[in-house]
């Protein structure tokens, strides 16, 4: 994995975790910052303790959240956190009851909000997620003990990072309504339709989206793409050897086999294999012409044959399925892959039907070969 791959696959790399790749990637900092400034547009951070590549997407994606929270209310405490670890020193420890009392003031809520077994799992996951991330270290004790007993006592260590975790804004960003104003920060004052910064925000679609889709207006991203696909495939070529595929009404930046920059999709577990399976249905029927794509080879369907045709690869499958699965409700494990394909950005809703882009055509799969 060469240093861009790195960069991009990782929030940040920390010099305590892996030594070699901080020094290394310290050492060709100056060519790594204006590869990423001049194709798309990121700042490469460098501090004492890490360095990040402050990842921007071209456009705001349902998947783009926090994939370890659930619920609005983790995204709540996790803020919280931040603000009660504002004020510690690196090193500096302290005791899970004064972090969770912190938040219950915060939350305005009173002493019977932790005895509520939902708010304490939720808040454990919270507090897994911030391990993972090494916001804080965990020296004795054991944090998943308070999702049993609210009185558990677990002992922490602040690393410092949590300062670094979100993004400084030039502006109130109290005054922003909804995902796209955010995207609005990154270049204020400018066009985002228009010269460098359009080519920043498509090339940072490319690199983060599964897919780009032609659009009603001619004038679209899509548009821009098939006119400058051969310099583009030359820019991204710098970073990281792929394949930059354009067809009728879709481009996807194809990255080789070897390349590992954030592979979300698909994840080894059994809803990542039926989200396949049920692309691989929908392929098969629309290559039969079964179920029919309009001009710009998008699937449109209603939202209760899509539930139908997941139950239907529920039921073909039943005996690949872990028991966890197979024990769960029928409904509910529908609702789940299905709520799952929208949240992937495969399809969107609108109305009472579904509509799936072309990126079905580029998944396949099935728990048997074909005879």
């Not at 998943?144 to 002992?155: R, S, T, Y």
């Amino acid at each position: 994995m060469n240093n861009q791959e790195l960069l991009l696959s990782r929030r940040w790399i920390l010099k305590s975790q892996d030594r070699d790749a901080y020094y290394r990637i310290k050492d060709d900092a100056k060519s790594l910052k204006k590869l990423f400034q001049d194709t798309l547009g990121y700042s490469l951070i460098s501090h004492q303790n890490f360095i990040k590549l402050d990842k921007v997407p071209g456009k705001a994606e349902p998947w783009m959240g926090i994939c370890d929270f659930h619920s609005l209310e983790e995204y709540q405490m996790f803020c919280y956190v931040l603000i009660f670890l504002e004020d510690k020193d690196a090193e500096e420890q302290f005791i899970l009851s004064h972090m969770s009392e912190f938040i219950q003031l915060q939350l305005k809520v009173n002493e019977s909000f932790w005895l509520n077994y939902t708010n304490r799992r939720r808040f454990v996951n919270v507090l897994k997620f911030c391990l993972k991330e090494q916001l804080f270290l965990q020296n004795d004790g054991n944090t998943e003990g308070f999702i049993q007993n609210e009185n558990i006592e677990v002992l922490f260590e602040n690393t410092g990072l949590s300062r670094y975790f979100m993004r400084n804004f030039v502006s109130d960003i109290f005054q922003n309504q909804m995902p796209q104003d955010f995207m609005k920060e990154e270049w204020v004052g400018l066009e985002q339709d228009r010269g460098i910064v359009r080519r920043q925000r498509i090339y940072r679609r490319l690199m983060l989206s599964c897919g780009i889709y032609k659009e009603d207006d001619e004038n679209d991203d899509f548009s821009f793409i098939r006119n400058y696909r051969r310099s583009m495939q030359r820019d991204f070529e710098k970073i990281c050897p792929c394949d930059l595929q354009v067809y009728k009404s879709s481009a996807y930046l194809i990255f080789e086999e070897d390349v590992r920059i954030g592979k979300m999709f698909p994840k080894n577990n059994a809803m990542d294999e039926m989200v396949v399976l049920v692309m691989s249905n929908l392929r098969k029927r629309a290559k039969n012409v079964d179920i029919k794509k309009d001009a710009d080879e998008k699937i449109v369907l209603t939202q209760e044959r899509v539930k139908t045709t997941i139950e239907r690869m529920i039921k073909n499958n039943e005996q690949y399925l872990p028991s966890t699965y197979r024990q769960k409700s029928r409904k509910i494990f529908i609702e789940d892959i299905y709520n799952y394909i929208l949240q992937l950005g495969f399809a969107q809703e609108k109305e009472n039907n579904v509509i799936f882009y072309p990126i079905v055509g580029k998944i396949m799969g099935s728990y048997e070969e074909d005879k």
